[in-house]
T-cell receptor
């Protein structure tokens, strides 16, 4: 199992609930990136993390969204009080910091 | 405004034809990558170009990075139905390592 693992693959939440998306990077990769892909749009950068540190969160919405990459365990993208506009595919990528990114298969969030 | 303009957005051709996809920007990129994305999956890296004027070949695919590192092209020779998919260009700007900026993508359909 050498790839970037994201779970769940599909997540359905009612408006106002919380969504937690998990990403386990490739073995040996300490850099994690989250991207969002809305229908009919390209991938948009959200946040870049290294172990226990947020390096660049310039693409994160100011409210309701947070991300972490703890010393142990997967990276978590958390969306509080979800709204219909949060429905999208969320992709995680990892790298060794050398510019070669490997993407996971994504989590498709549907807010009903 | 889209920092990386990719064209065309949609392309439908017959098997055996050649095609070129373009990725243009007014900004300079330290590197540019091309990805292919299948429905329901994450992007898969095809190639990375880092030097202005660089040309890389991957079987029937030829990738070129512009001399000024502001644009790139992907040329496919003798397209096959198996080439069908979404092709994405993505760049990293100087001093923004880790943050990939994606084009809107080109949806390619190759008919037998």
């Amino acid at each position: 199992n050498a790839g970037v693992m994201q779970n769940p693959r599909h997540l359905v939440r009612r408006r106002g609930q919380e969504a937690r998306l998990r990403c386990s990077p490739m073995k040996g990769h300490s850099h994690v990136y989250w991207y969002r892909q809305l229908p009919e749009e390209g991938l948009k950068f959200m946040v870049y993390l290294q172990k226990e540190n947020i390096i660049d969160e310039s693409g994160m919405p100011k409210e309701r969204f947070s991300a972490e990459f703890p010393k142990e365990g997967p990276s978590i993208l958390r969306i509080q009080q979800v709204v219909r506009g949060d429905s999208a595919a969320y992709f995680c990528a990892s790298s060794q910091g050398t510019g070669d990114y490997t993407f996971g298969s994504g989590t498709r969030l549907t807010v009903v | 405004t889209q920092l990386l303009e990719q064209s065309p957005q949609f392309l439908s051709i017959q098997e055996g034809e050649n095609l070129t996809v373009y990725c243009n920007s007014s900004s300079v990129f330290s590197s540019l990558q091309w990805y292919r994305q299948e429905p329901g999956e994450g992007p898969v890296l095809l190639v990375t170009v880092v030097t202005g004027g660089e040309v890389k070949k991957l079987k029937r695919l030829t990738f070129q990075f512009g001399d000024a590192r502001k644009d790139s092209s992907l040329h496919i020779t003798a397209a096959q139905p198996g080439d069908t998919g979404l092709y994405l260009c993505a760049g990293v700007r100087d001093n923004q390592g880790g943050k990939l900026i994606f084009g809107q993508g080109t949806e390619l359909s190759v008919k037998p």
